[in-house]
């Protein structure tokens, strides 16, 4: 069996995978279009944490949202997002993310344009892929200038679109 290194993080893996589709976006986007490569690469990103959010739920056993509350911890690795929790039941988990080292990394990496694609995207899509009861309200993200992330998520058993 292959010896596996140490684990990365996901700010580490992030940084990875945008020193690699950056270069491979922009060529893209030259060779056939911003719009028409930015579609492509949304359906991806989407198509790729919906997947993430399904192996979350298995790995954990469950599709609470106390359970998906538990891989804030994963996102916050290595001090990547400083986050003000709100409020955290059974059905309902609010915070605002103050610091996203996230975004300074596609900045550093003159990526911010695509940032939002690559990065802020995944969330909504993780939510649903880790359970049709979990729905991620958000208005506003650090990546697209506004003084903090709002992240709203609530449980409705029926999959309702309320509140």
Not at 24 to 42: P, Y
Not at 75 to 87: P, Q, R, T, V
Request: aromatic share 6%.
């Amino acid at each position: 069996m292959a010896e596996q290194g140490p684990r990365l993080t996901l700010l580490q893996r992030r940084e990875i995978e945008a020193q690699i589709v950056g270069p491979l976006i922009r060529g893209f986007a030259d060779a056939f279009g911003r719009e028409a490569t930015l579609d492509v690469l949304r359906n991806v990103i989407v198509d790729l944490a919906r997947k993430s959010g399904a192996d979350l739920a298995r790995a954990l056993g469950e599709q609470s949202l106390e359970a998906f509350t538990t891989s804030l911890d994963r996102w916050k690795e290595d001090d990547a997002l400083e986050i003000d929790l709100l409020e955290s039941t059974p059905d309902r988990l609010s915070f605002n993310v103050v610091r996203c080292r996230y975004a300074e990394m596609y900045r550093r990496l003159g990526l911010e344009d695509l940032g939002s694609t690559l990065s802020c995207q995944r969330d909504f899509a993780l939510a649903e892929g880790f359970s049709p009861d979990i729905h991620l309200n958000r208005t506003q993200t650090l990546m697209q200038g506004a003084p903090h992330c709002d992240f709203r998520f609530r449980r409705e058993p029926d999959g309702g679109d309320s509140g």
